[in-house]
T-cell receptor
Framework: DTGVSQNPRHKITKRGQNVTFRCDPI?????LYWYRQTLGQGPEFLTY????????KSRLLSDRFSAERPKGSFSTLEIQRTEQGDSAMYLC????????????FGNGTRLTVT | GQNIDQPTEMTATEGAIVQINCTYQ??????LFWYQQHAGEAPTFLSY????GLEEKGRFSSFLSRSKGYSYLLLKELQMKDSASYLC????????????FGDGTTLTVKP
């Protein structure tokens, strides 16, 4: 168990640019989640996958956000035309399909939009 | 949807006991999780409750009352390293994998 891996750890971009983040979950986990967290807040749900199927996407998520998990393994989260309000920590987590399985989080990608 | 409330901050003394409360209103319930998050780090799992009652795990215990929409995390024999944010999260029934988080309780342990 090597844990959940996220890349990059930090990303600084200018407003209007596109960014893409990668998440490699724990290999035997079939569920993968993306959350966003800002200072003083809890993680906010963005989307989740079971294998390669995207089962839910937050209604708070604009069309500028898209996520994929093409082979049911790693996932990417893309933000197009970034805005300053997108600055946050983007957390990826994975879990097994068991009802009592907790989320295992990666160390996150911190995005700063200037 | 889910609505989860926790106190924003708490302070306690090393060696003492502290109880962190969480109340929730939910359209569906499939378990409640507590996570610990140190500053600048990812959340890590502490405990899980799906049935009413107390779950004990070393210095940490968690309690759930489904009828009251209430849980608490009890930390005993506090240590300085317990200073962190404690997040309450409710797992949805309809979407069995999705968890909704509260904003966390920042605990400061003083010597």
């Amino acid at each position: 168990d090597t844990g959940v891996s996220q890349n990059p750890r930090h990303k600084i971009t200018k407003r209007g640019q596109n960014v893409t983040f990668r998440c490699d979950p724990i290999s035997e986990h079939n569920r993968l989640y993306w959350y966003r967290q800002t200072l003083g807040q809890g993680p906010e749900f963005l989307t989740y996958f079971q294998n390669e199927a995207q089962l839910e996407k937050s209604r708070l998520l604009s069309d500028r956000f898209s996520a994929e998990r093409p082979k049911g393994s790693f996932s990417t989260l893309e933000i197009q035309r970034t805005e300053q309000g997108d600055s946050a920590m983007y957390l990826c987590a994975s879990s097994s399909g068991d009802y009592n399985s907790p989320l295992h989080f990666g160390n996150g990608t911190r995005l700063t939009v200037t | 949807g889910q609505n989860i409330d926790q106190p924003t901050e708490m302070t306690a003394t090393e060696g003492a006991i502290v109880q962190i409360n969480c109340t929730y209103q939910t359209s569906g319930f499939n378990g409640l999780f507590w996570y610990q998050q140190h500053a600048g780090e990812a959340p890590t799992f502490l405990s899980y409750n799906v049935l009413d009652g107390l779950e004990e795990k070393g210095r940490f215990s968690s309690f759930l009352s489904r009828s009251k929409g209430y849980s608490y995390l009890l930390l005993k024999e506090l240590q300085m390293k317990d200073s962190a944010s404690y997040l309450c999260a409710v797992r949805d029934l309809a979407n069995a994998g999705k968890s909704t988080f509260g904003d966390g309780t920042t605990l400061t342990v003083k010597p």
